[in-house]
């Protein structure tokens, strides 16, 4: 198994990976793979640096080669590479879209300010919240002052970035095709949270549980999957995903886990319209 992770995001420390079964794992914020000019690698991170919470208001000053996004699937891809075909499972995780708000061209521009929908609520609408939204509220003009006003732009560049983290995939799935391991995979994309883009006046995730922080993707493909010319209204949660990956490689699933298997609504086996029990 192997995992691919920026480093500060890495929430499984060394010590305790291998205990996690993960039997290899890359750090994408150091040196990046393959090696490419060090000045576009510093002049990167040093933007991002330079935005921090913030949204960037031009591109990137290098292609979308030298980010780490492309620079975690560059791994991904070497290491497919040198794979010997035995079976693995591999964590492909890329910060993007994420803070620092920053794009490189043609994604900085690719979904232009105008066309963007109007936002679900204003600042003044944290009025009517508890006082932990207002509280956030301040926190982020406190951080990042005029936050709240530049909500189109934050919106126009985290889309940017989210096509970008789609080209990618791509990236990883046409390699997949090459080396003909796509029709013996299963391929699962999903995401750990939305951001509010805007939305009451705050970016990122943060207070309550409102539907676009957690109404993220989730999309599967591959070896048994049944394809599906719409996206399903079965309701289904990321504690499905231990359990069905049990079921797809045949492992029982532990006792104690969470959530329940999705194998059977994705082979054509069961209705898509599975039971939620909730307490």
Known sequence: SIGTERGQYAHITPEVRGSHGY????????????????????????RRAHVGHGVDASPLPVPAEVTE?????????????????????????????HQPYVAPEPYFDMFPSGELPERAADPEAVQAKSWIWRWELEQQEKHAPGTAEKWRQFGRVYLGMTRMVDDQIGRLIAHLEERNMLENTV????????????????????????EYLTR???????????????????????VDLLPTFCDVVGAPIPRGVQGRSLWPMLTGAVSTRLLLVST
């Open 23 to 46: 039997d290899e794992w890359y750090k994408t914020d150091s040196d990046p793979y393959p090696p490419i000019n060090p000045t576009q690698w510093r002049e990167y991170q040093e």
């Open 187 to 210: 391929v699962c994309i999903i995401s750990d949270h939305g951001d509010y883009c805007g939305d009451y006046g705050l970016t990122r995730k943060g207070v309550g549980v409102p």
């Open 216 to 238: 993220v993707p989730m999309v599967w493909a591959g070896a048994g999957v049944r394809p599906h010319s719409r996206a399903s209204e079965a309701h289904v949660s990321l």
């Open 69 to 97: 996004s492309a620079n975690t699937v560059n791994m991904a891809v070497n290491w497919l590479d040198h794979h010997n075909q035995t079976p693995f499972f591999m964590w492909v995780s890329m910060v993007d879209p």
